[in-house]
C-alpha cells in the first residue's frame, strides 16, 4: 500500500511532465537543484505542482533567489488525482518577482537547507 508521500510525489513527477509539456519546456538535462526545465532559449524554469485539495505550492527562499538572479520563470500547475494518474486542472507561467510571497518560515527539510513560504492557489489564478 502507497503512503500519502510516495503518492505526492508520484502525482508530482506526472504533473511536471504535464506542465513542461504544454509550455514547451525542455526537462532531459536540464534539471538542477533550483530549476526543474528550460524553455527552448536556455530561460530557467522552476516547475512547481500542487493538488488541489492542499490549496497551496511550497517555495523555497533560496532557489526562489538563484531563479530571480537568473531572470527565469515558474511554471505553476494545479492537479488532481484521476484514476492512477492526474488531471491538470489550471497552469500559469510567472515571474518570481509577480508571486506574492512575504512570509518565509523555517523547513524542517534537512536537504532544502532553506525557508519556505507557502503560496495559496487562489494567489496565483
Known amino acids: 500500500m502507497k503512503n500519502r508521500s510516495s503518492n505526492a510525489a508520484r502525482y508530482g513527477s506526472r504533473a511536471e511532465y504535464k506542465i513542461a509539456e504544454e509550455y514547451g519546456l ?13 524553455f527552448q532559449n536556455g530561460s530557467p524554469v522552476e516547475i512547481k505542482s500542487c493538488m488541489v485539495s492542499t490549496g497551496y505550492f511550497q517555495i523555497y527562499k533560496k532557489y526562489h533567489r538563484i531563479l530571480r538572479q537568473r531572470d ?30 512575504s512570509t518565509w518560515s523555517p523547513t524542517n527539510h534537512s536537504q532544502r537547507q532553506s525557508e519556505k513560504a507557502r503560496l495559496k492557489i487562489g494567489d496565483v489564478f
Request: charged residues 30%; hydrophobic residues 30%; proline residues 7%.
Open 72 to 101: 527565469g520563470w515558474y511554471a505553476l500547475g494545479v492537479y488532481k488525482p484521476h484514476g492512477t494518474g492526474i488531471r491538470l486542472l489550471k497552469t500559469k507561467l510567472k515571474r518570481p518577482s509577480e508571486l506574492p510571497l
Open 26 to 38: 525542455e526537462i532531459e538535462g536540464t534539471h538542477s537543484s533550483w530549476k526543474d526545465a528550460e
